[in-house]
């Protein structure tokens, strides 16, 4: 039986009210594997001797995407093609998920991360490992019902340098990528990145430049070869309102960059949706975190408006204490935000939440009576196993002694 795909149902509301919709899309950027090499799969979480890194390995990485894909949090998991080759094709993980696979369907020089390697500060150039055949079947040329077999979703990239003859050849590429998946039924998203070399294009003018490449890109595609939406760094209100207001159904997403703090994460996503964006892709952002799954629900929980981006640290240190797993950073460290671009100004200081008296601590792991902030008026008499309280008349403490107790009963 065919299973609804949550993308799609937000997707379809999205235009049909672009203005009204509150829907957000979020994505668990899962294809490292494309980029960083050995470093991909994240830093082990276990001590070793002499203090050595190591990382997962990708068979760690890959029973991750499993346990995310199966918490249903997600709309998008996307991957390598040879990560979606097992997991959609051989295990047939998203057969009964209302989660979407997807494959990222081209990796430009840029990304290409190896230790001594040079690639990432030079111009970008076109590159594919990926053919569509592949990502859709798992082999060289698929039958037409072969293609519903593997992931049907791609991400294109593209990092405009401001060089005619670069861009003119990132573009050219791009055209025959979309010509080749318009003819064999293949969605794409865009992403577009920030050039990847210096002196480019000045700093104030970046926003302007990135979001005129886009449109200009797009001016000439009609419907059929239009991506579902877009992946971009995120340059404050201002950049975001004026592509929105360009095309309301120019969907927008925003790209998660380096992990940060969790603040940096949980604000970012606050934002980008407050000033007109829909989707969230965070791929070290969800990997480099103490607890992925935790980490996840927060930003669904802030994605659907149920907590604000303060309120969701302080509950997410609170899940990691009744866990028992420390933080990489303590609350007040976490707290503080390393971006530039969240208000017009756009400053680029360090800015930190203080813990005010009225903030909410983390408290022990055992969680107290009714702590979930429901009306109840016994102890232990709420029911919000089964039903949401309303969150909008919770104080902020009462929202983060809520999601806290609802981790314990989740994780034990």
């Known amino acids: 039986m065919s299973v609804t795909k949550s993308l799609d149902e937000k997707l379809a509301r999205i235009h049909a009210d672009p203005h009204r919709a509150t829907d957000f899309i979020l994505a ?25 890194i190591r990382h997962r390995t990708l068979a760690e990485f890959r029973n991750l995407i499993v346990e995310i894909v199966e918490q249903d949090m997600v709309d998008i998991m996307l991957m390598s093609a040879s990560t979606s080759e097992l997991l959609t094709i051989q295990q047939r993980l998203f057969d009964s ?72 050849a990132n573009l050219e590429a791009y055209k025959a990528f979309r010509l080749e998946a318009e003819a064999k039924g293949f969605r794409h998203f865009l992403e577009v990145f920030d050039p990847n070399i210096d002196g480019v294009v000045s700093p104030e003018q970046l926003p302007g430049y990135i979001n005129d490449c886009i449109v200009r890109a797009l001016g000439g595609v009609t419907g059929r070869g239009r991506p579902d939406f877009l992946k971009i760094v995120y340059h404050g209100p201002r950049a975001m309102e004026e592509l929105v207001r360009y095309d309301p159904h120019l969907v927008v997403g925003i790209l998660g960059g380096a992990a940060g703090t969790t603040y940096d994460a949980f604000k970012l996503l606050a ?31 802030i994605a659907d408006g149920e907590v604000g981006p303060e309120e969701a640290v302080h509950a997410y240190h609170g899940t990691l204490q009744a866990l028992g797993i420390a933080p990489t950073r303590p609350l007040a460290q976490d707290m503080e935000l390393h971006t530039g671009v969240m208000n017009y100004a756009g400053t680029g200081k360090v800015i930190s939440i203080p813990l005010t008296a009225g903030a909410a601590k983390p408290a022990p792991a055992k969680p107290a009576e009714n702590s979930c902030g429901c009306t109840a008026t016994k102890p232990n008499a709420c029911a919000c196993d089964d039903t949401k309280p309303d969150f909008q008349t919770m104080t902020a403490a009462q929202k983060v002694a809520y999601h806290r107790e609802r981790w314990n009963r989740i994780l034990g």
């Open 97 to 168: 998920s209302r989660v979407t696979p997807a494959a990222r369907a081209n990796d430009t020089t840029d990304i290409h991360i190896v230790r001594g390697g040079r690639y990432a500060s030079q111009p970008s150039l076109p590159f594919r490992t990926a053919t569509l055949d592949h990502i859709q079947c798992g082999k060289v040329s698929c039958k037409p019902e072969e293609r519903a077999l593997g992931a049907n979703l791609g991400l294109y990239s593209i990092t405009f340098t401001n060089d005619a003859e670069r861009d003119r």
């Open 28 to 52: 668990d950027a899962k294809d490292a594997d494309m980029a960083l090499s050995i470093g991909a799969p994240g830093r082990s979480p276990e001590r070793w001797p002499d203090g050595e």
């Open 271 to 301: 934002e980008a949706k407050k000033y007109g964006g829909r989707v969230a892709l965070f791929g070290r952002k969800i990997n480099n975190a103490e607890h992925q799954l935790a980490f996840i629900r927060f930003l669904r929980l």
